[in-house]
């Protein structure tokens, strides 16, 4: 699990291995990914895109950019949070992913809310 807070808005991350969608002898290995974004400010905030980073055991980088998540782009009041799930297909059975969302305050003023690093991974696949 990851958590990092920035300017405000605190971003927590739940990652697991998904073997329904997997198929290891082929060199699919998917992961889910449970993210909650708080905002522990004082002002309401509104996430506009994303940018993830994913890199596979291999070192193989792709990135992900896009309007809001998971086909939303939720506005938070102070103390409010939005929780999703989505997930990621990798060719390794390990790998990090990484990343930015793009938040925009009532006034117009923008920051990137950091989403910190976190390790996919088969269970006991670090042991």
């Known amino acids: 699990m990851s958590t990092t807070t920035t300017d405000g808005v605190k971003v927590s991350v739940k990652p697991a ?3 329904e969608r997997s198929q290891p002898q082929s060199g699919q290995f998917a992961f889910t990914y449970t993210v909650q974004i708080s905002n522990v400010g ?5 996430l506009m895109s994303r940018h993830w980073i994913i890199t596979d055991g ?3 980088v792709e990135e992900v950019k896009g309007d809001g998540v998971v086909g ?8 409010e949070a939005f929780e999703y ?13 990484r ?10 003023q923008t920051f990137e809310a950091k989403i910190a690093e976190f390790v996919l991974s ?3 696949g670090l042991n």
Not at 72 to 79: I, N, S, T, V, Y
Not at 99 to 108: A, I
């Open 17 to 19: 291995f998904w073997p």
């Open 99 to 108: 990343g930015t969302y793009f938040m925009e305050r009532q006034d117009g």
């Open 85 to 97: 799930t989505s997930w990621a297909m990798l060719k390794t059975p390990f790998g990090t992913m």
């Open 122 to 124: 088969l269970p006991n």
């Open 42 to 46: 004082t002002v309401p905030v509104q």
């Open 58 to 60: 291999n070192g193989r």
């Open 72 to 79: 939303k782009k939720p506005r938070l009041e102070p103390g």
